[in-house]
């Protein structure tokens, strides 16, 4: 009897990516055989159907025919080398328990590991508003693990040499067999003892104890570039934690952004506030605006509305291809007393109309 995928994963003909994608998910979480409560034949069963339904051209040649004649790889002849991207943004914090790549590398003889490297790291800076427009450069200590400087990363003592690691017999690669509900699978790991090297110190470091690295501080160079926004983050490739046998971890730089008494940032836009008399709202004015690159003369017009918006082209934000502007918003002041005379002024102007 021919199986029915969709109904398999509770989803409708005509269900999107997506909607098979969670559907699968869900099922696989539930039923994964490493879990109380779990079955590997209903595990089984819906990895299958995802296999089917993930691939457009199997889901086609499925919905016409009823089955597949695509080739394929993989226990029980489907591929699913696709299913790391099912979890994707789903293991961490997505209520899954499991790592899909330790799964599938245990049912289907392992494939391609991540190469093993350096943890990275994090650390927030905090800068003023002006050196995140212009962009700055900071140096900051940290405290990680990196390469010792006594035996420059080998590991060993100084005079000595490497001698092939017991462990895995200079492979680099320790060998395991596992069992499974689709049967006994070989697949390799990073040997931990020479972290794949093949070869270990014949008399360790007194430094490092042999492991190549060491805990220590670094002075780092950090250049911020201009137009930062609170929160950002600068990528740092390799300036992590160190590895023996592996590359260095990145360095994530949080940027923090003082806000500032005078201006705030709207996209590319600079924007402050002026206020004016209502005089000079009237009449018209000349003044003077402390923009972030010094002083600017602005032109008032007479009649400006209190909430009005002045634009001073090319004082805001640095960006790619040139620089946004300074929006300059208006507030009228209204006095709050008024002199005899002034009541007197005025409603001369209410006279006229005004």
Not at 2 to 16: D, H, R
């Amino acid at each position: 009897m021919m199986k029915n995928y969709y109904e398999i994963l509770g989803v409708a003909k005509g269900a999107s990516e997506d909607e098979i994608k969670k559907a699968f998910r869900a099922l696989a979480h539930k039923f994964h055989p490493d879990k109380k409560g779990g079955d590997e034949a209903k595990f089984k069963e819906v990895s299958e159907a995802y296999a089917v339904l993930s691939d457009k051209k199997k889901r086609a040649e499925y919905d016409t025919y009823g089955r597949t004649f695509s080739g394929t790889s993989g226990a029980g002849g489907f591929d699913f080398s696709g299913f790391s991207d099912a979890f994707r943004g789903f293991e961490n914090g997505g209520g899954v328990e499991f790592d899909i790549g330790d799964i599938f590398g245990e049912f289907f003889g392992g494939g391609a590991r991540r190469a093993r490297r350096g943890r990275d790291i994090s650390i927030d800076l905090e800068i003023p508003f002006k050196e995140s427009i212009f962009g700055t450069e900071r140096r900051v200590l940290v405290s990680k693990m990196g390469s010792c400087d006594t035996c420059q990363g080998s590991g060993t003592k100084t005079g000595s040499s490497l001698v092939t690691c017991q462990a895995c017999n200079g492979k680099g690669q320790i060998q395991e067999t596992r069992n499974s509900f689709f049967g006994s699978f070989t697949s390799a790991r990073t040997c931990p003892t020479c972290n794949g090297r093949g070869e270990v110190p014949k008399d360790p470091c007194g430094s490092c104890r042999g492991a190549g690295v060491r805990k220590q501080e670094e002075e780092i160079h950090v250049t911020i570039p201009s137009g930062m926004e609170d929160g950002e983050m600068i990528r740092m490739p390799g300036r992590g934690e160190a590895m023996q046998g592996g590359p260095s971890g990145d360095l994530y730089v949080k940027i923090h952004v003082k806000e500032d008494r005078a201006f705030t940032r709207d996209g590319a836009n600079l924007v402050m506030n002026m206020s004016i008399k209502l005089t000079d709202a009237l009449l018209g004015i000349e003044k003077t605006v402390d923009s972030l690159d010094g002083p600017v003369d602005l032109s008032i017009p007479a009649g400006v509305e209190h909430g009005s918006v002045l634009r001073v082209r090319g004082k805001g934000v640095p960006m790619r291809g040139g620089r946004g502007d300074l929006l300059v918003r208006i507030t009228v002041e209204l006095p709050k007393k008024l002199t005899k005379e002034a009541k007197k002024l005025i409603h001369g102007l209410q006279a006229e109309g005004l």
